[in-house]
């Protein structure tokens, strides 16, 4: 078996039996028609011979068989898990090659699929490939990972799923397998010494805490483990989680069917919900979907990303309300809700926000964003809910009945109303307060749902506006080396109507013209 093969068994094996997916038509059929004769053994062959030294080797064997119990949820879910949706792999065909393996059906699809694209760069497959071929070539690399994925699997290790889920976080960048590794050693430790007016959770009667917002290894930039995260949410006292990823649902498919398996072991609450959902990465930023049941592709406008969430009875949130344009776009666009954010430069923004009446009929939430499992449940929201079930929640939320809870974001709130740096950050704030009215004005004359323009003074208002960035931009202004010292040039301006946009990019000299067509 060459490398290549290797790599494309071992990412596509792995990734397919937590993340594949397989039409609803074939889940009828038998699984050796699905799956193409031998491809168990094939993997099964492929993983032993290259993780010989893999502890309880016959604990990962019997993970990989224990999947072929699963049973379909929905049309995308990955059901019997050796599946491939038409949608990542146009080749998938095992009737027509029932001799064929995944690798030779998807090994290509999986790598250049443009469906399976987060932020419009990063492929997980691609990128776990990537990582392989690192490891499996570099000894020092080697040397180097191997004790961080030792130290995951420790932590994992009363899981069924820390196999999986160490081969997973082995093949992610070094960066997310050690910032889970650290988030899951540090949490509990740093929980113990925070006041436990900031890390406890509160809910009265009537109110159901709900963390509306967590990652899982399905984003490229996560290695947050399903169960885990799952397990820690519960053991802070939230019921109810929405696994969002980025560009795609398997993650939240997942964590479904593995909440009802730990329920079924009483490892969770019987009334715990997990919430489905989805990052969409719209042209202009991204957008929260909760209570969505089929993927909502990247790369709409904003107006038509929200139209395909609301199409399937789901919730549209804008993350990133503070950032130069969300307040206009959180006014002119039907969104449910926007999330709070603890950078200091958002916060700041946000704030005066949640005093504004144009916007009190869209709630500010506030969520983990837990990228490590760790991280999971704190801060979160309390739903004004009488019963316990994802339709009530559904309801609830769109009724706006909710509120943002947990004190854990109460310092920043705290810092970005300091006096000193408040009146420093609300004089520079004028100047998005003249972006905005820039935006609205333009956007009006020309019919356009929205506008996004940049100066190159964005950058440099926008850092001093931070909490560290004030003393460094008056030292440049000082010193004479700062671009505010010299005529704000456009950087791009950008409109966008409901389902294309047309803009001006000043740094490559490009006018452009796109659309994006679903069907």
């Not at 869209?362 to 994802?390: I, Q």
């Given at each position: 078996m060459t490398t290549r093969s290797v790599v494309a068994m071992m990412v596509g094996a792995v990734l397919a039996?937590?993340?594949?997916?397989?039409?609803?038509?074939?889940?009828?059929?038998?699984?050796?028609?699905?799956?193409?004769?031998?491809?168990?053994?094939?993997?099964?062959?492929?993983?032993?011979?290259?993780?010989?030294?893999?502890?309880?080797?016959?604990?990962?064997?019997?993970?990989?068989?224990?999947?072929?119990?699963?049973?379909?949820?929905?049309?995308?879910?990955?059901?019997?898990?050796?599946?491939a949706s038409p949608l990542y792999c146009p080749h998938y065909w095992p009737t027509l090659y029932p001799g064929a393996n995944l690798d030779e059906l998807c090994g290509r699809d999986f790598y250049e699929s443009p469906a399976l694209y987060q932020r419009g760069t990063q492929n997980p497959f691609v990128i776990a490939r990537e990582q392989f071929q690192q490891l499996w070539e570099d000894a020092e690399e080697r040397r180097e990972r191997l004790p961080w994925g030792a130290a995951f699997a420790a932590l994992h290790r009363d899981g069924d799923e820390w196999a999986t889920d160490t081969i997973l976080a082995m093949l992610k960048r070094p960066q997310y397998l050690r910032t889970e590794v650290v988030a899951d050693i540090a949490a509990p430790i740093v929980a113990?010494?925070?006041?436990?007016?900031?890390?406890?959770?509160?809910?009265?009667?009537?109110?159901?805490?709900?963390?509306?917002?967590?990652?899982?290894?399905?984003?490229?930039?996560?290695?947050?483990?399903?169960?885990?995260?799952?397990?820690?949410?519960?053991?802070?006292?939230?019921?109810?989680?929405?696994?969002?990823?980025?560009?795609?649902?398997?993650?939240a498919q997942l964590a479904r069917r593995t909440a009802e398996r730990l329920k079924a072991e009483g490892k969770l609450p019987p009334d715990f919900v997990v919430i489905p959902g989805e990052v969409v990465c719209s042209h202009v930023g991204p957008v929260l979907a909760l209570f969505v049941d089929d993927p909502v592709p990247d790369g709409m406008t904003m107006a038509a990303t929200l139209q395909a969430i609301h199409d399937q009875g789901g919730l549209a949130y804008l993350v990133h309300p503070g950032e130069p344009g969300g307040p206009e776009r959180l006014e002119r666009l039907p969104f449910d809700g926007y999330l709070l954010q603890p950078d200091m430069f958002e916060m700041f923004r946000t704030l005066f926000m949640m005093n504004d009446p144009r916007y009190?009929?869209?709630?500010?939430?506030?969520?983990?964003?837990?990228?490590?499992?760790?991280?999971?449940?704190?801060?979160?929201?309390?739903?004004?809910?009488?019963?316990?079930?994802?339709?009530a929640l559904q309801q609830a939320l769109r009724e706006r009945k909710v509120t943002a809870a947990g004190a854990l974001y109460l310092p920043w709130m705290a810092l970005a109303s300091f006096r000193p740096m408040a009146r420093g950050a609300r004089l520079l704030n004028h100047y998005f307060d003249l972006h905005r009215w820039a935006e609205h004005t333009l956007a009006r004359k020309i019919?356009?749902?929205?506008?996004?323009?940049?100066?190159?003074w964005d950058a440099e208002v926008r850092e001093m506006m931070r909490r560290n960035g004030m003393p460094d931009g008056i030292r440049d202004l000082l010193a004479g080396s700062s671009p505010l010292l010299r005529r704000p040039r456009l950087g791009y301006v950008v409109a966008e109507y409901s389902w294309f946009r047309v803009g001006y990019d000043r740094g490559t000299d490009t006018a452009f013209l796109e659309a994006s067509v679903t069907w």
């Open positions: 039996v937590c993340f594949g997916k397989m039409p609803a038509a074939q889940a009828d059929m038998p699984r050796e028609a699905v799956v193409g004769e031998g491809f168990l053994a094939d993997v099964s062959d492929c993983i032993g011979d290259r993780l010989e030294k893999w502890p309880r080797r016959e604990g990962l064997e019997a993970l990989l068989a224990e999947h072929r119990a699963v049973q379909l949820e929905r049309p995308l879910d990955s059901g019997l898990s050796w599946g113990r010494l925070l006041p436990e007016s900031l890390t406890q959770v509160a809910a009265g009667e009537g109110q159901v805490p709900v963390d509306v917002r967590v990652f899982s290894n399905v984003s490229y930039d996560s290695a947050a483990s399903v169960e885990r995260t799952l397990k820690v949410a519960a053991g802070r006292g939230i019921r109810a989680v929405a696994v969002a990823d980025r560009g795609r649902l398997d993650g009190a009929d869209k709630p500010a939430l506030t969520a983990s964003n837990a990228l490590a499992s760790g991280t999971a449940g704190l801060p979160y929201v309390l739903v004004e809910c009488e019963r316990l079930s994802p339709d019919g356009a749902g929205t506008i996004s323009l940049s100066t190159s």
